[in-house]
């Protein structure tokens, strides 16, 4: 049955039940002000069957149609055993009660139904395509948990090993992923991304340290694949923790020079070579034909350092001067990497209609956010450049004031 018939029919029931219990006592003889006893033992069967037909539904033992046609029958037949036995009516009381029992069947259907409309939600009961349903950590861990089984029952799935290891990390079990990247390095052939992967699980696994046997590891994916931009970024950072700075640097310096200048990574291995203490060109060549951009250094001014925290964000764009305050081109990093050199490029752009090569002039704006929001709000602090033509090399934007 379909949600939207077993709603209403379950509303049925529910309305009906309730007019037979308000309406009994409006609608029997008077009798005396004090109720039988024998009448407050039936309600409280009643009541108890009620409760016992909620539970079972609960637990599944009867489905809700089985519930809504139980309800009714036990409605009905306590109704009757609560009817009272002949009496004198007392004069004066049975027409009242009989027409406040005709108001209350005509206006309780209605108010429910104002009730659901105001305060309900309509719309669900509307057949619709059932949403994807969350899943919350203990599914994904009992997930994970069967694939495990699975692979224990069927150890040459190569591809499930490998969906094992990614699993284990996202949970946090870095151990645990270690062995299933082993077990998937095995059966697969050779990878240098899942050779990567492998490491970088077994790095965590040791206290995030890339020494010993995770740089082994990389090893083996560089000899695969030398342009590996997440190898070579580990082997660097590697070697910088087993204290090589000259080898950290030649890795970093190949790295930088297969990634696209408008890339992230671009700009992180940029800042991480310039604490390794290698000075680099402005920005990277041009390629032939190439739109102009602009490139230079955002730095922050001394006497702000201490209103700074390192997991601040930085949000670097040029915008028009004379136009939208929407940047042309923007890009963020962490605070922690100010000093920063930075190109921003058409790569860069918001909208395709909106670019630097497009504009006659830009100035160039730096702002530091706490909060990592873009917009900005009191107490940023923030610089900006000169006006400029795109194109600009060598610009300094000097972070020095705060936001009213």
Do not use: C
């Amino acid at each position: 049955m379909s949600s939207s018939p077993l709603f209403w029919i379950l509303a049925l029931a529910v309305v009906g039940s309730t007019l037979v219990l308000l309406l009994l006592p409006l609608l029997r003889q008077r009798r005396t002000e004090t109720a039988p006893a024998d009448e407050d033992a039936t309600t409280a069967v009643f009541r108890d069957h009620k409760r016992q037909l909620d539970a079972e539904r609960a637990s599944g033992a009867i489905t809700d149609a089985e519930h809504a046609a139980a309800l009714a029958e036990l409605t009905q037949r306590f109704g009757a055993e609560l009817e009272p036995a002949p009496v004198p009516a007392r004069r004066g009381g049975s027409r009242g009660g009989i027409v406040a029992a005709l108001v209350l069947v005509a206006l309780l259907p209605v108010a429910a139904g104002i009730l659901y409309v105001g305060l309900g939600n309509p719309a669900a009961v509307v057949p619709q395509a059932a949403p994807a349903a969350a899943v919350d950590g203990a599914e994904i861990e009992t997930m994970v948990a069967e694939l495990a089984a699975r692979l224990k029952a069927h150890p040459e799935d190569g591809e499930g090993w490998m969906m094992l290891g990614r699993a284990y990390r996202i949970t946090g079990h870095p151990k645990e992923a270690t062995a299933a990247y082993a077990e998937a390095v095995k059966r697969l052939p050779p990878s240098a991304s899942l050779l990567v992967d492998w490491a970088e699980a077994m790095a965590q696994a040791q206290g995030r340290s890339l020494i010993g046997e995770p740089t082994q590891i990389l090893e083996r994916a560089l000899a695969l694949e030398p342009t590996s931009a997440k190898a070579l970024a580990l082997a660097g950072a590697a070697a910088m923790e087993r204290g090589d700075r000259a080898q950290a640097i030649t890795l970093w310096t190949k790295l930088r020079s297969v990634l696209p200048a408008g890339s992230p990574q671009f700009a992180q291995i940029e800042a991480a070579l310039a604490r390794a203490g290698v000075t680099l060109p402005d920005a990277a060549p041009s390629a032939p034909g190439a739109a102009p951009g602009v490139s230079g250094r955002v730095e922050l001014d001394p006497k702000l350092a201490g209103n700074v925290a390192p997991t601040d964000t930085v949000f670097i764009f040029a915008r028009d001067p004379d136009g939208p305050r929407a940047p042309l081109a923007a890009l963020k990093i962490p605070a922690r990497d100010l000093p920063y050199r930075f190109e921003l490029t058409d790569a860069m752009a918001m909208t395709p209609n909106a670019t630097l090569s497009r504009a006659g002039k830009i100035v160039v704006e730096a702002r530091v956010s706490r909060s990592g929001d873009a917009k900005a709000v009191a107490g940023d602090l923030a610089g900006s450049s000169a006006t400029l033509a795109p194109g600009a090399r060598d610009v300094v934007v000097r972070i020095d004031r705060v936001l009213p």
